[in-house]
């Protein structure tokens, strides 16, 4: 097996070559092989997501909780990481600071799978004026 990560290998391209691999499961320990300062901005905020997509997978929601407020520290702007953080308060029961992420996320920041999520979680909050608003900029 290659070593892991590849030199300069950027963080998504890891998740994606493991996952082709069979080796989903080790993605966690070969993101913690990284220098996070060194990584350009994209690929910071690429790691910061994968890292707390990796906590939630292994049901660690307060880990997955701080991992995304990290990687919007490092990276304000970042919308997969707004919208992850957001998933992360409804579980909490925080649905009015789930609204304050979702309602800074718009495609094609981030993906049409994730704006149909958040007009899912607004029907589900009887919120269907925030469930509209959401949906109305993927049918434009």
Known sequence: ??????????????????????RAGELEAELQKYSVASLAPKDRENYYHLWGITAFQRQDRPEAFRRFKEGLEACPDSQPLLFSLGQEYEHRREIARMFECFDQCSFPNIPSAFVLAAGRYAYLWDRPDKGAQYLKGVSE
């Not at 070593?3 to 493991?18: F, G, I, K, V």
């Open 1 to 22: 097996m290659p070593s892991t990560p590849q030199p300069n290998e950027p963080p998504d391209a890891l998740a994606n070559r493991l996952h082709r691999e069979g």
